[in-house]
């Protein structure tokens, strides 16, 4: 029987980055920190796909320390910086093939009291956006960048929790200039869950949140 860490590079290499992106929406994220358990389900998330990807941070091979967590196998954690904001990407593919998925929007199942305490904000606010459910689960720092997913304190559920009713797909948000890149639909979300990031509130669905 293959370990955890197996099956979870397993995971995140054995599909295209697109279907993993896909594939994620309705997994559970959980963190063990030193607040409690916070967990949440994935509602969100973009894919970039390395070097040919204008919008990726490691395009035309760009690697470096702060980077290098792409480059490592599928499932490794990537914490970077925009704007003083942290966010996260999850690296795919094989070694050496820098692909990421940021997620970006978790619905909040555990420890939603400290969440909104650590984001000094309540309701879908507090994590629907990709530096709010960071901010929201007490991540502050880099130190968990380049670490893998259910290696220690940071876990990822391989088994889909919940299924979306329906997927959308459009363009990446803040993907200005970065010609064919900018309107490429490679941002994936939940249709209607009140978590996703910049959703209006009449597109909003409060009965299933999304889910089947």
């Keep these: 029987m293959r370990d955890i860490v197996t099956?979870?590079?397993h995971f995140f290499q054995s599909k295209s980055t697109i279907d993993t992106a896909?594939?994620?929406l309705g997994h559970v994220l959980t963190y063990q920190s030193d607040q409690g358990t916070l967990s949440?389900?994935?509602?969100?998330?973009?894919?970039?796909?390395?070097?040919?990807?204008?919008?990726?941070?490691?395009y035309g091979g760009r690697?470096?320390?702060?980077?290098?967590?792409?480059?490592?196998?599928?499932?490794?954690?990537?914490?970077?910086?925009i704007h003083s904001w942290l966010d996260m990407d999850i690296s795919v593919?094989?070694?050496?093939?820098p692909n990421g998925i940021l997620i970006r929007g978790v619905q909040p199942i555990t420890g939603q009291e400290i969440m909104e305490e650590n984001r000094k904000k309540t309701g879908f606010d507090t994590t629907n956006g990709?530096?709010?459910?960071?901010?929201?689960?007490?991540?502050?720092d880099k130190e968990l960048s380049g670490t893998m997913l259910n290696s220690d304190n940071?876990?990822?559920?391989?088994?889909?929790?919940?299924?979306p009713k329906n997927i959308l797909e459009t363009p990446r948000v803040g993907v200005p200039n970065k010609g064919e890149w900018t309107d490429k639909k490679m941002r994936f979300i939940v249709e209607g869950n009140p978590y996703v990031s910049k959703m209006y509130k009449r597109d909003m669905d409060l009965d299933t949140f999304g889910w089947q």
């Design 40 to 58: 949440g389900v994935i509602v969100e998330t973009e894919a970039y796909l390395g070097p040919d990807d204008m919008a990726a941070h490691s």
């Design 63 to 81: 690697h470096s320390d702060a980077n290098d967590p792409l480059y490592q196998q599928g499932g490794t954690i990537y914490i970077y910086s």
């Design 93 to 97: 593919q094989e070694k050496g093939l």
């Design 130 to 140: 990709p530096a709010k459910w960071i901010r929201a689960f007490g991540i502050t």
């Design 7 to 9: 099956e979870t590079n």
């Design 154 to 163: 940071f876990t990822f559920e391989l088994k889909k929790s919940k299924t």
């Design 22 to 24: 896909k594939e994620m």
